[in-house]
């Protein structure tokens, strides 16, 4: 019914700077929520940047001042500009988005969608 779908992952040397972007196409009532995770390797899935629809963005300390996300609403699209990118943003970056959709019966309901993840590498 909804599906994620990011681009823009790729290979960047340290201090590079790289731009993912995530669609949501389906049937989309509206959206209430865009943001990104990222996966390291061995470790849990963790919060980078989320921009609610009407609200303030925010970012993980991480990489404060260094990634900026941003929304097409018209398009349902989210973006996050990565800028001085270290080995330690190395990751499966996630885009996670709150969507009101409607079921084969015609019910509403808001549910959380995922991507299926793109691969960011920072490596000289």
């Known amino acids: 019914q909804v599906q994620l779908v990011e681009s823009g992952g790729d290979l960047v040397q340290p201090r590079g700077s790289l731009r993912l972007s995530c669609a949501a196409s389906g049937n989309i009532l509206s959206v209430s929520f865009m943001g990104w995770y990222r996966e390291l390797p061995g470790k849990q899935r963790e919060f980078v940047a989320g921009?609610?629809?009407?609200?303030?963005?925010a970012y993980a300390d991480s990489v404060k001042g260094r990634f900026t996300i941003s929304r097409d609403n018209t398009k349902n699209t989210v973006y996050l500009q990565m800028n001085s990118l270290k080995p330690e943003d190395t990751a499966l970056y996630y885009c996670?988005?709150?969507?009101?959709?409607?079921?084969?019966?015609?019910?509403?309901?808001?549910?959380?969608?995922w991507g299926q993840g793109t691969q960011v590498t920072v490596s000289s």
């Open positions: 921009l609610p629809t009407g609200g303030s963005t």
């Open positions: 996670n988005a709150a969507i009101r959709t409607r079921g084969p019966s015609g019910y509403q309901y808001t549910a959380n969608y």
